[in-house]
């Protein structure tokens, strides 16, 4: 199926950057279309902070837009995500997704965790 494994996250100053990737892997990764990060933080559900499709449309969580940009390379299998102007309100779980035409599912990584401290 799909394996994905994000990493970079942290522990960062508010107003601060940091740079997630999500590599992935599997017997079905040619047939991902979109991409996507969500995040959790402690007792909110998770929620859709981007997305972008095979063919490079990108969504973004108003929350998150002029801050965040998410970007894909489709060769390597990787999605990333680049957070600027951290606020402390972005400390969650930010977990990768990506979903399959063959499988007709969608995959999840294990979350990094991103910490703003003010």
């Known amino acids: 199926q799909v394996q994905l494994v994000e990493s970079g996250g942290g522990l960062v100053q508010a107003g601060g950057s940091l740079r997630l990737s999500c590599k992935a892997s599997?017997?079905?990764?040619?047939?991902?279309?979109?991409m996507g990060w969500y995040r959790q933080a402690p007792g909110k559900q998770r929620e859709l902070v981007a997305d972008i499709s095979r063919g490079g449309k990108m969504n973004y969580a108003d929350s998150v837009k002029g801050r965040f940009t998410i970007s894909r390379d489709n060769a390597k299998n990787m999605v990333y995500l680049q957070m600027n102007n951290l606020k402390p309100e972005d400390t969650a779980v930010y977990y990768c997704?990506?979903?399959?035409?063959?499988?007709?599912?969608?995959?999840w990584g294990q979350g990094t965790l991103v910490t703003v401290a003010s």
């Open positions: 599997g017997s079905i990764i040619f047939s991902i279309n979109g």
């Open positions: 997704n990506v979903d399959s035409w063959a499988s007709l599912g969608d995959y």
